[in-house]
């Protein structure tokens, strides 16, 4: 009993699995990895917050607690949780209905939004639905997330250029900006240009260049993952000299300085039942998202993450971020990607991550001031870009041109209708797309090949078969969405050969059998009665079988089961020869 | 070419066919056919146009051009179009939503709703999209229907009781009557009350009594038939002797006397905005009732019928209604088994109904003044109660618990929530369901059977396994809904397996791999990779793979494709020893 309790809670607390083999390697390691994701997060949790329309500050508390939590409930050792692009663009779109920018309502809303799709989260992995996540196809997402970094950087652009704009779709961004081009200011874009052309170059060109410089490969990296604080810093720099926000460039302003705050979701009803859609939404592509990551990271050990906790680790971090000044949060994948290379080897490194945010949000904030919008606006094409890639189309286009059409269709809807109905669109068409081509099942009229046990395919091999027997094998596990056209295909089939007597539906294939499925056999048992057509059954599954038995269905069954079509064939060529059956009045 | 046009025009105008070998003997037979079910339409047609809220004569107009346009395009022989009990009713709950009963606007809209509900299924009819139809499983249509006419019955209860009373779900209807019960008109109660044991009996007792009286078959079965129009005329006939329409008791008054009025349907896109919801349903529910007594009645006389043409002659049977004072239409049950069993041949039958009818509307409308309404809503009562059938939660019960779930709710949805909200939450929870069902595919582990070349379940049988190589089966054809499913599981089993060098994916029942499903799979040969692990694949479908030949899945494999799961182990067997992997350094 004591055993199965520690069992239980052990699987709800991660946490009491790692921390019990915790020595002073492993702290080396997660410290290390702490330094540098948290020199990486600063700068993109203020930019995050910024997309998300939110005051920058909530980018860093959305890091802090939401860390912590994740450490203590979720099963990855390196997945670091935190403010990401598609999310953040997510709750401006989903906010952005509701309530004006800047506004405390908006705020609240997007408190509240993190609050919902926390408890969606916790809720899906206590009764155990993560396989709902499952039901975006790859490439719907690879779509959708290719069109939301479109969408994210055309937002940014204004920041760069320093006009007013607005819009959550691709049109809308691009209508209000050509609008509002004359409004352009110069020395915005001065900053904001290069400071995007040298966040480009950190990327690819710095680390090479302090190798070359002679330092070892591995301070290199930490130095080049540093770089971009070092591009915030002299835009900061510079604003500063020269009072660059007197001269029209838009900066971060006064930042709080000190603890997050203790804040609470709302629990209006009206706000709930219109923010409802859009946290399953926020809720379902971050995790899915999310679970990606933590996948491809775990795989690379040997490790292994459970779904259904991961949900309750994303959930809790949510809920945590909702209570202390943050909104949605979820796995990202460049900061766990960083602080796997850096040596993450527990979540305990996402925990000093926690504290070393927690230090900055109490004695850097006054420092970020001066820092321009352009910069972090920068900060967020450069990251999106990454993440816009349209190989897929390519990919998709000669591998299945049903699942092109729905990355199109996902991709097209997202940029000119916006990320909520394109999501939607992508999971409707994918669902629709795997019925339509379940619902019309390969089925094949199957012969002997001569002097063998083998039954093929009559149109791709020379095989025998016997005019009052057809032999029909079905493809496809029978259910509600093909039921109808097996009863249609077999009733044209019998329909085109006056001369058959016994028809046997092969089914080596066939999966699973639902009620739909039962049903349409047993509407082809009595009509090939009617017709004084035997109906037998061969090669059938276990565990469709042990169904079938629980149905009436043999009762009424005009003919027999065969274990193999072999023995289904021979058999009902003994009984025609031993008794034929009469020939049908009509 | 000309041959090829010809042929393309018979496909969309079936009548070409049927019309070509017309003689006299099936005259006789569509004629006879014609009276029977002309004499049982108008009664019926008169109450389901009551049902939908609708004046009584717009179920007689709904059944005239239809029926030709049906005998035109449709390719049942025996299918009887017309106004039908659940499509009157969802009828009802549509345009009850937008305008008053008994206005102009009220009749507009169901014109409207018909002309839609027509367009929709032609345009599915034109681009072959009858699949859709399939998206209803059985059990939920069964389910949806006998909720439909405990609704149905419910509604009418009001015309037996002669008191007011509205609403569309039996929650409603059941609260409204209650309120009114005081209101009771007994005169009324004394009128219908009868009329529905009447009714009850006719539908039993009149044939067997009938042949005891020494008629032929025959002769008693038209007789019985026309059963339900002696209970009409004797209540007709009390009703005008004692002026019952001037004691509270409601008759249907007067009827405009002459051919269906030229009418045209609303194109306010404010309107269409409200109705296409409710079009879309009426026109999958009507489509797949009517298909099914096609369907049916076709196998009894190994005829066939097209779904798609069928969506074209039920389309054009609609937007035909929609322009002679009809209102939404489609194939009914019990008049289609009616002409079918009184010998109607060709749809001629249905084109002399038609003719009948014509004539009921010109020069019988005056003899309906005095037809009571309680004589009506008998008629519906007795009829949509052979509709009720609970047995399909027995069934489902037995045979699959999902089934039965998916059935309920579309029962509790429907009385409780409406026709509608009923429809939608079964279609959502089939394909959930199903979507639930094929994401956790059966995957098994597999041996040898010693001294055979068969591979099984390492937990059914007593089979040889090699701890270096980690043989899988996976029962299911993969696709985005399990593809996670399957990584996760792979990864599991081969993180439990530390000695493992080689797995081997044994694919004898993947009838389909789809582009995520395709990524998961590249994505476990990377990762194995990484952990120096190949991955094999073992009896792949033809279809499959022609279409994994077409990405470049087969560049990256780290292992190898073999024809059987045999061939696989010998040579993974042989090689290993050969050249032995090397230990991986993690």
New interface residues.
């Given amino acids: 009993m004591k055993t199965g309790l520690r069992n239980a809670v052990a699987k709800r607390l991660p946490i009491l699995e790692w921390s019990r083999d915790y020595g002073r390697a492993t702290f080396g390691s997660d410290m290390l990895a702490a330094v540098i994701v948290t020199i990486m997060l600063i700068p993109q949790s203020l930019a995050y917050a910024l997309l998300a329309g939110l005051p920058a500050e909530m980018g860093i508390y959305a890091s802090i607690a939401p860390i912590i939590l994740y450490a203590i409930f979720g099963t990855s050792r390196a997945l670091a949780v935190g403010p990401v692009a598609v999310v953040s663009l997510m709750t401006a779109a989903a906010v952005g209905n509701l309530a004006e920018q800047g506004t405390p309502e908006y705020i609240t809303a997007a408190i509240t939004l993190a609050f919902m799709s926390g408890a969606f989260l916790v809720a899906l992995g206590l009764f155990r639905l993560g ?1 709902l ?8 997402i690879a779509g959708f997330i290719t069109a939301s970094g479109i969408i994210i950087a055309a937002s940014q652009l204004k920041h760069i250029l320093g006009v007013p704009a607005s819009g959550h779709t691709l049109v809308e961004l691009v209508a209000s900006l050509w609008e509002n081009l004359s409004q352009i200011n110069w020395i915005t874009v001065a900053i904001g240009v290069p400071a995007a052309a040298a966040l480009f170059w950190v990327r690819k060109g710095l680390k090479p260049l302090l190798i070359a410089w002679g330092l070892g490969p591995r301070l290199a990296d930490v130095l080049s993952k540093a770089g971009p604080v070092a591009v915030v810093a002299i835009t900061t720099l510079i604003a500063w000299l020269f009072s660059l926000d007197e001269m029209g460039v838009k900066t971060v302003g006064t930042v709080p300085q000190g603890l997050p705050p203790l804040t609470a979701p709302s629990f209006s009803p009206d706000l709930w039942a219109s923010l409802i859609g859009s946290a399953v939404l926020i809720s379902i592509i971050g995790f899915v998202e999310s ?2 990551v933590a ?2 990271l ?7 993450i459970d ?1 259904d906790q991961e949900l309750i680790g994303l959930g809790m971090a949510n809920i945590g971020g909702a209570f202390s000044g943050g909104y949605p949060v979820t796995g990202g994948f460049a900061r766990s990607v960083v602080n796997f290379d850096a040596g993450a080897a527990t979540p305990a490194a996402g925990a000093f991550t926690a504290i070393g945010l927690l230090l900055a949000s109490l004695f850097l904030t006054p420092l970020l001031y001066y820092l321009p919008q352009a910069t972090l606006a920068a900060t967020i094409i450069v990251a999106v870009l990454s993440l816009v890639d349209f190989s897929i189309l390519r ?2 286009w ?3 041109r ?2 092109f059409a729905a990355v199109s269709a996902t991709i097209l809807a997202t940029l000119g209708l916006g990320v909520e109905i394109g999501v939607t669109i992508g999971v409707a068409l ?2 629709l797309i ?9 089925m094949a009229v199957v012969g002997q090949v001569p002097g063998t046990e083998h039954y093929r395919n009559v149109r ?1 091999h020379e095989v025998m078969t016997d005019e009052n027997i057809l032999a029909v094998r079905v ?3 029978l ?7 097996l ?2 295909r077999i ?2 089939m ?2 085109a050969r006056p001369a058959v007597t016994d028809v046997i539906l092969m089914c ?2 066939v ?2 059998i ?3 499925a ?3 056999l047993e ?1 082809i048992n009595d ?1 090939l009665k ?2 004084d057509v035997r109906f037998h059954l061969s090669e059938i ?1 276990g ?1 469709v079988m042990d ?1 079938l038995r ?2 009436n269905f043999f009762h009424h069954l005009t003919g027999k089961v065969f274990l193999s079509q072999h023995q289904a064939m021979t058999a009902i060529k003994r009984q025609n020869v031993a008794e034929p059956l009469p020939v049908s009045a ?1």
Avoid at 133 to 140: K, M, Q, Y
């Fill in positions: 396989f996540a499952n039901f975006l196809s790859h490439p719907v679970v990606s996948q491809t775990a795989a690379k050990k040997r490790q292994r779904p990919k998709t000669t591998y299945s049903a699942d994918s669902v795997h019925l339509y081509r379940t619902s019309k099942p390969h791709r493809d496809e596990s259910y509600f969405a093909n039921a109808r056209y009863e249609d009733y044209d019998v329909a080596p294939a999966n699973e639902d009620m739909s039962l049903e349409s509407a009509r009617a017709l599954k565990p169904r629980r149905s009509e």
